[in-house]
Nanobody, 117 residues
Framework: QVQLVESGGGLVQAGGSLRLSCAAS????????MGWYRQAAGKQRELVAT???????NYADSVKGRFAISGGNVKNTVTLQMNSLKPEDTAVYYC???????????WGQGTQVTVSS
């Protein structure tokens, strides 16, 4: 069984920073990527950023230049450093692991990020 445990999140003023961390444990093999998604109230879940083994990253256009993802290594951890936060970044952030054969998605429980104006 695979578990994803998230930490970080909270309330911050616009322009501030937060750091999210996620650690995956269990029977993990054939990792495709680790990353973060978010879901704002009344909206669909969307990609924030992903990282694959070897370090290649992918970001949503809305966070490029402000957020930085790291990890996805043999320790099965991933971190999202969020800078210059905006009120529109307010959402529940979910850690994601895509792994296994056949590949499937695993999700954390979600952590709330609230950015006040």
């Amino acid at each position: 069984q695979v578990q994803l445990v998230e930490s970080g999140g909270g309330l911050v003023q616009a322009g501030g920073s937060l750091r999210l961390s996620c650690a995956a444990s269990g029977n993990i093999f054939s990792i495709n990527h680790m990353g973060w998604y978010r879901q704002a109230a009344g909206k669909q879940r969307e990609l924030v950023a992903t990282v694959i083994r070897g370090g290649s990253t992918n970001y949503a256009d809305s966070v490029k230049g402000r957020f930085a993802i790291s990890g996805g290594n043999v320790k099965n951890t991933v971190t999202l450093q969020m800078n210059s936060l905006k009120p529109e970044d307010t959402a529940v952030y979910y850690c994601n692991l895509k792994a296994g054969l056949p590949s499937r998605d695993y999700w954390g429980q979600g952590t709330q990020v609230t950015v006040s104006s």
